[in-house]
């Protein structure tokens, strides 16, 4: 244990978010991993109980680690990073959020009113809605959430364009990677020569936590913006990064350069704290015709997989609108990544006691 | 020769439309493949010639057939079908059909004010140009057009929407298949484990066409259709069928279920006609939640690939709008089978002399 | 019912290899399917059990049938097949075949002595120690196996060979498709852009049962082949279609040019009965270099899927050696497909009653 | 320019192995790219004649640099790396060669009797040919070569074994990724749900060069080994890392766990002489089941791509035989990586001048 840094306990730390989390913390200078928590592992050491299926090779002490049945009034850690299934976690999460600091990246209780639900660079000011939380609910702990893979590089784009030009109607179309279904996910016998229009209640789930995330806070509570927002998803034979195809129609009349620039510019909290996993650019804009690409952009970023690549801005059908392809990589951004950096924030703004 | 049979001559035949228009000619009841096209493999046999990618094996008679340099002026056929890379359709499409009824899949002289672009069950009254055609050109033959492959699906699923609910605007995000890139096509290192959202001039075409056959006829000219339409497409790794997902906004209010009967009672003249190459059902609706796929629906109905599949009817944001999915096979329908149709109907309806 | 059809049971029927059953007994002129058996989904109509992955659309018939929990000293019905997860079928098999002719394709009895291994072109003559097989087990119906997936193509190339030049020593590396591994199977994110060198207990399956199927009958038993086997398994991103390449050493001199003759001459009993679900050719030879393909090939024949296809016949080291590469469908010669075809021969034999 | 680094030309800098050596030499302490040639591109600017497949973006200072037309007489560099194209290298190669040290990864001169074909850690000794090489040529440069991708591995892993137990015959069957046929190589048309069993040349490149780098040398001239070689190749769909299993026979009796062992220790010139491109340990043995698998291990190691991983060593068919699976990152240790490791070991010989 080095000094100073914080004990973190991960729950559900053998899916493919929880290998994230192990790659991300191995040497992270805040935060330290002291206690491995899954359900069907538990007893197994993680070396044992984890299906790795990365080409990064977890580290020994790790590996050795033994895997814990969830215990959430006797743990004793300083932090809770959670990535359970969804009913795990509906259980779980706010068990651990009455004693601990427990930063989220389920869908359990990411629409309570009086859980935040963050992207750092974009909606830092919900973190506000914890002192409801805390006034609710007399936990000594708080929650809050990371959002779903699919919405967080599309906010992260919204945010800058929705503040230059107010963004009133957005019909999205997804290409989603395999690893977002989790692990084993999707058959392979399903997806070889083949795309998936559907995935279970990712929609609605988009589209709601968009307009959360972008949603304004006053008197203790988040309006949800009033855009529409029509999502169409699919899954792709990609292994990593959601591509997601924007049309989106704005108040203000909008220039496809301007645009670009808006979103070059854009930064938040993170890089202004100089959070340790803070991407220098939340946002990277290519020219080419061709990019993004998941294969090539996934990484892409001085912390890789935390910025979201833009590419193709062009117009829409009239000066109000656009269309624009981004790809962001949707188990580190899109979860670990994103989980982690608002823990950093929450230090660093003292949420962390 | 089968006596009455035409006599076909197939421009571009060792690509990988002419493949299947080999394969859709075998033992059709009239027209029969007398004389091979091709460019680069000109005075080879077609077995030798052709880099044949299908599992469906070509016929012997074929294989041993030579493969000749192209000559307008000496050609001894009643048809052509003409499957040329753009550039060559562009300086022999016309060649052809100043002596020849000649049908065409090549982009070259699509948006030609006198060339009709067609989809049989959508718009056969713009045959009605050609009598335009003929005035301008003086040809002995005729100049149809099929079109691109990615429009031909959208708008046999858009006409039957437009009639019941006008359709103002429309947001389409396509995943397009390998075949679509033609041979050799989209190198395997570019798309292996990845998405590339970008086709050249793909999203201008599909607008211009789409609008072009929705259009109406009058006074000796079309006037393409006004709506809206955003294109956003992307190259995914099927090998055939290209997959799009479509938002519309009506003028009329559409109800879900209704627009589903709409699509399902879709038929137009290939149907009443019966001609040997049309489906029963132009539009195939499915129920479940996650279809159509590529790999389990591009083969659908009576006639494989002849019929788009729609599936994923709902909601868009509102009571005038809709979302869907819709997949149509790129290579039959999309080229080489909708071209086959034009010519069976026109035999109908007294154009090939 | 058609008159003089034989009542047909499927065990373990939502399965892939059930799918086929399904697919190729639909117009099968001698058995109709009457019973459907599945553990897992016993209560439900098939067509709500079923996880239907194929292009082919199952007939309304058998999707409203109603899938039945194993029931053998309750069944009524005329022919067995089974293809049941190993455990369920080292219970089921058994007790099936006390009572009815079953055919199964598990492999739990595959290596018994007294059950015979069947690819009928291979060794018909096998089915004699079901003579055995009633005096040890006084059963009223019988047991019938077929072989592993991976087996099977193999031993019908090696059955010719083995007679015309003594195979010695066989050295075989398999690239076997997704399938092979059943439904849910291979995870996606396993195999895109990979290659898994292993599957458990593969290669001893395909060894023993190779020997057993080349091995001789005599005195009520059957001595296993001799030869040296040494197989490396591995699983590859195709649907459907072991390919294996083989190295073999042979007593005799061996000749590439009259090996390819002796293949492709090679014809059994299902050949020369006419059985409905035999093959023209069980073997077909490629004289193109780069084939077989699994796309491309695996169809291949005039009942598709039954035939293995071989290409790149070659020199071995030396003028006793050979290497060649092999392509067979898993799941229909491999699985659904010899069976069946076991079943007609056993029936023409007089063993179905 | 960094003081004291060698100025290197790049021959084929646009190409797959281009942009690995590229990647590779960004940073290096020794050698400085100073020159880039190519052929078709020749007046362009680096970043507008490369079409980069990689998710390593290359360094602004090269994207900038001029692509020139091969000039030998002209160049002023201390070095020339040679990646061309079979037939260019065989014009080329040798007029560098007479001006400047040049390894070139071509196949052109590879069995040229007075070339050196080098693995650093196999033959270092085989260098002593460039004085027969300087006799006979005259020139003031020199020229050698690194062999085939796939022999890359394969001879790296047969070295140590054959040391300690003599290889009397070996079966390779060889699953090679797209990107060791160039770009734009395979068509993806052609591998999707596919393995290609065929690539032109390539299994007897394989078997000649193995059997020259394990030759003995003596009196100026090289003997290859003796060992019967089979080898097969298919190509499958993964992006990088070419895996082969392999069957031998040896002379010595070969215990499985002292092969891995002896596996393991293996060490080599570069290790020895700590050269910046050496890995750690040349040969990574695995012991899981399932390892090694493209994705996950083709870049292990301390540095990235230049070791070989090796699993699943097991009995063959008797004490004097062995089964294993190997990996080895073919643009990497087989072609670039290599070749720069052949060029750090010559620099500490003195063969750069």
Known sequence: MVKGRLRVAILGVTGMVGQQYIRMLEDHPWFEVTTLVGSRSAGKLYGEAVEWIDSYEPPKRIMEM?????????????????????????????????????????????????????????????????????????????????????????????????????????????????????????????????????????????AAETKKMLGTMSGGSISPDPMDMAVMVHRVPTIDGHLESAYIETERPVNVEEAKEVLREFRGKPQEMRLPTAPERPIIVREEDDRPQPRLDRMAGSVPGMSTVVGRVRRGVDDHSLRLTLLSHNTIRGAAGNTILIAEMMRELGYLG
């Open 66 to 206: 033994p895997v814990n049945v969830a215990d959430p009034e006797g743990e004793d850690v300083d932090l809770v990073f959670s990535s359970l299934p969804t009913e795990a976690a509906h259980q779980l999460d706010t068990r651990y959020a009455a004693r601990f600091p427990t930063v989220s990246d389920a869908s359990s209780y990411r629409m309570e009113a009086d859980v935040p639900l963050l992207i750092p660079e974009v909606n830092p000011d919900h973190l506000g809605i914890l002192d409801v939380q805390r006034r609710n609910r007399g936990w000594r702990g708080l929650l809050a959430t990371s959002p779903n893979c699919t919405a967080t590089g599309l906010v992260t784009v919204f945010k800058p364009l929705h503040d230059a030009y107010r963004i009133r109607k957005a019909v999205i179309s997804t290409m989603q990677a395999l690893s977002g279904a989790g692990y084993p996910g999707v058959p392979s016998l399903r997806i070889v020569d083949n795309v998936i229009p559907y995935i279970k209640g990712e929609e609605e789930k988009v």
